[in-house]
């Protein structure tokens, strides 16, 4: 139970006896590969948004996925696995942007369900790739389920209460429904924020009515960073008593994988009768065979991925598709 649990947080520890390497499943590629040393800038979200090009986002999330590929086999030759290394990239943000004073617009596609439905989509196939076979290129991350459009200074205390079900239906949840069902995208991240009483992570009508039994996903859910912390703490959403009641229901309500510390109470909750063993093997069981699917278990040698080399980061094509692209974003305003 103890290695279990080590492995359902971000940071996830190595089970030497099984051959389980050490895993980071934080990485970013919102507009290129993030944090990780050199690599192509393209222009922000609401900028490839403003090309109205899909066709173009989809060759820039291509090229971004070749970058990831090579940066990550020239980290794991080196025996380094840390975070911003891995091949889960927690991207693209696809929630709608209604106020321009809401911080982290820049990470969305803007104001239209539509536009952010079709840009998303192309964003997850470009990260995604094709299957080469056996393995698949990287794994995209839709994010931040669901409601979370700003404001950011109370985000990790806001309850969503009065909204519509057409506005819930019409607005906010088609970006996801697409990157579901037709981009087929392999990683979900609630969010900060409370929906109907219940913070996102632990709503069990956004992760399991809707998501799972509505849309049919099958893969795994990942908290945002922290995310379970505000469960307990009295001056966020405070719902929970502590971290044990906290992470047992976070993964009984469908959240699979921490970013965070609080999953490590997973087992005193266990012991608790707060949630089974069985119940965690399931969320477990999501967890590895996405590893297994991106040939992470397996040496390098045999994953065609593996063979990118480092020399697609920031090359002369990727600097000169950054350059068209950012062309494309180019709006008149009057």
């Known amino acids: 139970l103890e290695e279990k649990v080590a492995l359902m947080m971000d940071n996830s520890q190595a089970v030497e006896r099984l051959g389980i390497k050490p895993y980071n ?34 060759e820039v999330f291509s090229a971004v996925s070749d970058e990831a590929r090579a940066k ?6 080196q025996g380094s ?17 209604r106020d321009p004073r809401w911080g982290r617009g820049i990470e969305t596609y803007g104001e239209d369900p539509y536009l952010t439905s079709r840009m998303g989509v192309m964003v997850v ?25 700003g404001p950011e200074w109370n985000r990790h205390s806001f309850n969503v209460e009065d909204l519509s079900a057409r506005d819930l239906y019409e607005t906010y949840l088609p970006p996801f429904e697409a990157l579901v069902k037709e981009a087929k995208v392999k990683e979900v991240m609630c969010a900060y924020n409370s929906f109907e009483g219940e913070p996102c992570c632990d709503s069990n009508r956004l992760l399991t009515q809707i998501l799972r039994d509505e849309w049919g996903y099958k893969h795994l859910v990942v908290s945002d960073c922290g995310a379970i912390s505000d469960f307990f703490y009295k001056d966020r959403h405070g719902t929970h008593k502590d971290a044990a009641d906290a992470s047992a229901s976070a993964v009984i309500n469908g959240t699979d994988l921490e970013c965070g510390v609080e999953y490590a109470h997973l087992e005193e909750a266990v012991k608790r009768g707060l949630i089974t063993e069985e119940r965690i093997n399931t969320s477990l069981r999501r967890l590895l065979e996405a590893r297994f699917a991106l040939g992470e278990m397996d040496p390098d040698s045999i994953v065609a991925w593996s063979k990118i080399g480092i020399d697609t980061v920031d090359c002369d094509l990727h600097r000169q598709m950054a350059l068209d692209i950012t062309r494309k974003s180019m709006v008149l305003d009057r």
Not at 72 to 77: E, I, M, Q
Not at 127 to 149: E, I, P, R
């Open 72 to 77: 990550n086999a020239n980290y794991a030759s």
């Open 125 to 149: 196939k470009g990260l995604q790739g094709t299957n080469d076979g056996k393995y698949d290129k990287l794994h995209a991350c839709a994010k931040h389920f669901a409601v979370h459009s």
């Open 25 to 58: 499943w934080w990485n970013e590629a919102l507009h290129g590969v993030a944090r990780a040393g050199l690599a192509t800038v393209f222009p922000q979200p609401i900028g490839m948004a403003a090309s109205f090009s899909p066709e173009s986002v989809y």
């Open 81 to 97: 696995y840390a975070r911003y290394q891995g091949l889960t990239m927690w991207t693209p943000t696809v929630n709608i942007y």
